[in-house]
């Protein structure tokens, strides 16, 4: 077939889903049209059936805000015409899902249907979906898609529960790329940062508030206090200044590394013992189900997705956002006996592989064999 797929561009969550997806759709075959403002992170490949196309946006001295959604809703009417896109998928809600609604009702007026499949990612629904000024056109881009589908059961309901929609929400979850996604030996870097054996436990993050990295640190330090460790923290954002000054005020300052953004997440992770993921509200936490490909346990919140891909007393333990102490025994439960961590390690992995690329392509392929080759109206 051939799928445009809409997303944004940057590290991290939806943006790495469906550049992953789409890569693995070409692999399989498909031609993938990607669709954003710049080139997605994660499309670091060249392959003669993956195309990019960038929508830029008129400036204009009346424009105090270029009107992207308008240049999106463009771009996918001429690609549809002039690339014959038997479907477009959309990536976050947010204006994704309303764009390409508003170029299905255009190409409608000339006799092109264009089925359009909308991916809700999380915060398109938990955080700003629900604000008032975006709730109506979210509910209306959930209704009118041809088919929506939502990364955790959790999300559904959610969806379900904001919007009360009784329309069909499919759950197809995230997924992990083996062939990446795998504990590499690394062994030379691991002494290299804890060369006297300390425990190294990692955080990987957007460095948004809802990811609550200040109770990252705070487990940390009462781990820290208990047996020698090193905390990593990867990647970066609004809050990492704020974390940064709490980290240099502790004692344990010298033990907190901020590595800043990373593409070799997975190398670094190979090295790790325990992930941390305290977040507010997570749809699905993808950050976690990549650190268990890894072999490494979680310690998280027990919000949102995440019970779905954590499994507590398995392979890594769930408490109540905010309760740090009760993280932090759970890490030194994990941490404390080697026979106790390996056990936690081999289960992260087993769940992991429940989310196995191949498994997860076969479910978004059966999405789009609903509509098949495009069907014209006329
Ligand atoms: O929160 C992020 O890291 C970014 C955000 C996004 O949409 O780009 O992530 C959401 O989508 C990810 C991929 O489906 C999920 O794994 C994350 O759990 C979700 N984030 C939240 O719900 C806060």
Not at 137 to 163: K, P
Request: charged share 25%; glycine share 6%.
């Amino acid at each position: 077939m051939k799928i445009g797929i809409v997303c944004y561009p940057t590290f991290g969550g939806s943006g790495v889903v469906a550049t992953e997806l789409g890569k693995a759709l070409a692999a399989n075959g498909h031609e993938v049209h990607f669709v954003s403002y710049s080139q997605p992170a994660r499309l670091d490949i060249f392959s003669e059936n993956i195309f990019y196309h960038e929508v830029s946006v008129l400036q204009y001295p009346l424009f105090d805000y270029a009107p992207y959604e308008t240049a999106l809703a463009g771009k996918i009417v001429d690609l549809v015409k002039t690339a014959s896109l038997d479907l477009v998928h959309v990536h976050y809600a947010i204006p994704h899902a309303s764009a390409a609604l508003l170029a299905k009702l255009i190409l409608r007026t000339e006799g092109i249907e264009l089925p359009v499949v909308t991916t809700l990612h999380g915060t398109d629904i938990t955080l700003v979906g629900k604000e008032s000024t975006f709730e109506d056109v979210v509910r209306w881009s959930i209704e009118n898609s041809d088919a929506v589908t939502a990364v955790s059961n959790s999300l559904r309901l959610d969806t379900i529960g904001y919007f009360h929609t009784t329309r069909n929400i499919d759950v197809i979850p995230n997924f992990i790329d083996f062939t990446r996604f795998n504990k590499k030996a690394k062994d030379h870097f691991k002494k290299a940062i804890a060369p006297n054996g300390e425990k190294i436990l990692i955080h990987t993050s957007n460095f948004r508030k809802v990811k609550r990295i200040e109770d990252v640190v705070q487990v940390f330090f009462r781990v820290a206090a208990d047996i020698p460790s090193k905390l990593l923290l990867i990647g970066d954002g609004p809050e990492r200044s704020h974390i940064e000054k709490v980290a240099r005020e502790s004692v344990y300052s010298d033990r907190i590394l901020f590595l800043g953004k990373q593409d070799a997440i997975e190398e670094i992770l190979s090295v790790g013992d325990l992930f941390l993921l305290p977040s507010e509200t997570e749809s699905f936490g993808l950050a976690a189900l990549e650190a268990m490909a890894c072999e490494v346990p979680v310690i998280s919140s027990n919000t949102g997705g995440i019970p779905e891909v954590n499994i507590n007393g398995v392979t890594g333990f769930l408490s109540n956002v905010g309760d740090v102490e009760e993280m932090a025994e759970n890490a030194l439960k994990i941490l404390s006996d080697e026979a106790v961590l390996l056990e936690f390690k081999k289960n992260a992995l087993k769940q992991a592989k429940k989310f196995d690329l191949n498994i997860v392509l076969k479910q978004y392929e059966a999405v789009y064999n609903r509509f098949g080759k495009r069907a014209s109206l006329n």
